[in-house]
């Protein structure tokens, strides 16, 4: 049940929540009414669009909702956040409160999704310690297929040789870059657009991070290595039928940067038909 709700006292019947429905199952009556459940995908613009705050949907009040007017952010401050965010490749030993880590995660599945599926699995690494585990499971696995030349050619077995070599040379982490927690995302394979979900909640997440201060680096090497070892995965709790989406690493950075790099122009082709 949608528990669909019109509280027609506030209802001006404007009729700008019917205009709005994309999947077009409210209709307007006295009041709207909602006429097809099954069709809605509960992506709540009913709620949202309401100039006075009517309408309900499943169970959400309308006034717990952040009101927009006046809440946006400045874009000159998030333009400087999108320009001014970096690859952080240094961090603090020390782990981010549990708290922090669920704040970032609650915002980032706000991040939209195919037909609003909403099911983008947030696998985190809350502790460092975890995390050590992780490697040195990696490195060892990967060790392993590095003496047995089993390493494929290319940038994973480029990168991933590198990474035993700096481990146990150096004790350098090239796979987590230091950083005490890791996010992957993963999602149904037989979801409307699992690949694109996972890579949009993860951008979402790294755009919090940063804006709250917290460092990130995606991490391309991790997918190498679990790309190699398929069985890591399933240790982690995700579950078989999930596509894997993406990594980031991330923690509190031990690197300030003062200022932007300067990138552009952007590769621009304009149609003309
Ligand atoms: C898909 C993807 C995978 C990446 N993988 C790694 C990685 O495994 N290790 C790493 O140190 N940086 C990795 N990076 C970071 C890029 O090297 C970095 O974003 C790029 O050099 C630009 O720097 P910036 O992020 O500071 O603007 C990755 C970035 C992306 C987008």
Not at 6 to 32: H, K, N, S, W
Not at 78 to 102: C, F, S
Not at 176 to 181: D, I, Q, T, V, Y
Not at 210 to 227: E, F, N
């Amino acid at each position: 049940m949608l528990q669909f709700h019109i509280d027609e006292e506030r209802c001006i019947q404007c009729g700008e929540c019917v205009l709005e429905c994309p999947a077009g199952v409210i209709a307007m009556e006295d009041y709207p009414e909602m006429i097809n459940e099954e069709g809605c995908f509960q992506c709540q613009h009913c709620l949202a669009v309401c100039p006075t705050a009517a309408v309900s949907i499943l169970g959400k009040n309308p006034d717990v909702s952040t009101v927009l007017q006046g809440n946006m952010p400045d874009p000159a401050s998030l333009v400087t956040l999108i320009k001014g965010r970096r690859a952080v490749r240094r961090y603090r030993d020390k782990d981010l409160v549990p708290e922090l880590i669920d704040e970032l995660l609650e915002v980032s599945c706000h991040a939209p999704t195919g037909v609003n599926a909403r099911s983008v699995l947030f696998t985190v690494v809350r502790e460092r310690a975890v995390l050590d585990e992780l490697r040195e499971y990696l490195i060892s696995r990967i060790d392993k297929q590095k003496e047995e030349g089993k390493l494929p050619e290319g940038l994973v077995g480029k990168y991933l040789g590198w990474s035993v070599k700096a481990w146990q040379e150096e004790g350098k982490d090239i796979i987590f870059r230091g950083a005490p927690h890791l996010l992957i995302t993963s999602a149904p394979a037989d979801a409307p657009c699992p690949d694109q979900d996972c890579l949009i909640a993860l951008t979402t997440f790294q755009l919090i991070a940063h804006a709250k201060g917290v460092g990130t680096v995606w991490d391309g090497i991790c997918m190498m290595a679990l790309g190699l070892c398929p069985e890591v995965a399933g240790k982690l709790g995700i579950p078989e039928n999930h596509t894997l989406g993406y990594a980031i690493a991330f923690g509190d950075p031990a690197v300030e940067y003062l200022r932007t790099v300067q990138r552009g122009p952007a590769l621009v082709n304009v149609v003309k038909w």
